[in-house]
């Protein structure tokens, strides 16, 4: 039986919400006027801590007063129980919203993502980890507000670990693979997880099968059995990013968001056809990006299946750590080849090869398969001024130049990575070793030593990278940049960038404005 009202203040309504964090009522305030959400918070097994654990949640909601995450205002403690009084969200939660009306539009869906991944990378920012990102945790008020909610079992960095031996903490359905494979929660473990809560608001229905036993699930996540996307659209690229089973490689939070707000505004450069599975699919999804070809104005594509995901592999690093390697085994190579090249052949199919045929490097192998892309949608055809002999020498050709085509996007998409990563981190004092050691010996004499490197990155508050023109083919880039300043005003800025090859990655070798 619970109390008419709390703490001689909140007068019991009614029961809004249970879960395995505690159940939530809805009170009215009556020294203020108005309405909250408090939740009786219980032990959880093995910790009679729950105290502690209330006043966590308290401290964390409290620390990052943003508007896209559910406030707290007060803890009290009543008959040996302990309550958190809440902001009361109006609404739905995102699981009901989508159990009432099913899947929602790729960019309300982004949208909503972006909003939540911003008030998840400041939480990131504070040192703290949410580790329950799931679709019943992320409210939407009568407004349309996406917030998130939910705290209970998120830890700062400096907290002691509060999960018991044996007890694992988070939804096993939106535990990233490091977690499915017993590593620590990370903010790379948030992005997955709101990558896994983004593909089931577009797609209706969670990335892998539900299973009786946890644990199948947590295999089936560990080996990447996700199911394809078939109604992303412009979202699928995003989702591969997010979810991409090396944690190295995923965006942050930042970037999420970011990207997800461009998508939301009709950004569908990085939509990935109906069927790609999303197992390697984040490079054919930064190919698509840098062709800059919205695949949204197309018809529905048919394309046959995608070959299996590849198997885990061993992840390989830089020594230095903070340098983007793009290292991969053969399996994962054909599958990534392939998935890029279907990318690459649906826009084929729509007439506008020409524009992926100039200026790209040398002939790699073609793989071993035919793949065949059709659209609904009929194109114009370029009147030919070559005979029909010349046509077959063309048709017998095109995989060649398919293969070309496919490699260099990819390269071109890793290079944009590298660009984007180098600067996130250089702004990072405990960043700063990895990134100078991404300069040839040329550039870190053109930047007058680590020293003159260190005064200048320290003056700079913050960059942000907007378009990013690589040609891999070349070795060089066009980065659009944004410096803040720790004193003074914003500036935007065009530097063109050229590299040396490293391996399987790059240094920068000169940065002209």
Known sequence: ?????????????????????????????????????VKQIGALPGEPAAAARAMREARIAASLNDPHAVGVFDVVDENDSHWLVMEYVEGQSLAERI????????????????????????????????????PGNILIDLAG???????????????????????????????????ARGGNPTPASDVWALGATLYYAVEGQPPYESQANPLATLQAIARGDARPVQKAGPMGGAIAAMMDQDPERRWDMATASERLDRIAHGDATMALPAGTALAGAGAAAAATEVLGTPLESTQRLETPPLPPPAPPRDQAYDERGGRYDDRRDDGRSRSTAWIVALVVLALLALGIAYALTDGFGTNRPTPGQTTTVTSTKTQTQTPSKTSSSSSSSSSSSSTTTTATTADTAQDDARLTRFVESYYRDVTKANKRDDTFAQLTPKMQQDSDGREGYETFWDSIESVDVGNVEADSANDKAVVELTFKPKDGDKSDETHTLTFVRDGDSWLIDSDKQ
Request: charged share 20%; aromatic share 4%.
């Open 99 to 134: 159990r009432d009306v099913g899947a929602l539009p790729p960019t309300r869906v982004a949208e909503i993502g972006s909003a939540v991944a911003s008030a998840l990378a400041t939480a990131h920012e504070r040192g703290i980890v949410h580790r329950d990102i799931k």
């Open 1 to 37: 039986m619970q109390p008419q009202v709390i703490a001689g203040r909140y007068e019991v309504v009614r029961p809004i919400g249970s879960g395995g964090m505690g159940t939530v009522w809805l009170c009215l305030d009556t020294v203020l006027g108005r309405e909250v959400a």
């Open 145 to 179: 507000t996406p917030k998130i909610s939910d705290f209970g079992i998120a830890r700062a960095h400096a907290d002691d670990q509060l999960t018991q031996t044996g007890f694992m903490t988070g939804t096993p359905g939106y535990l990233s693979p490091e977690l």
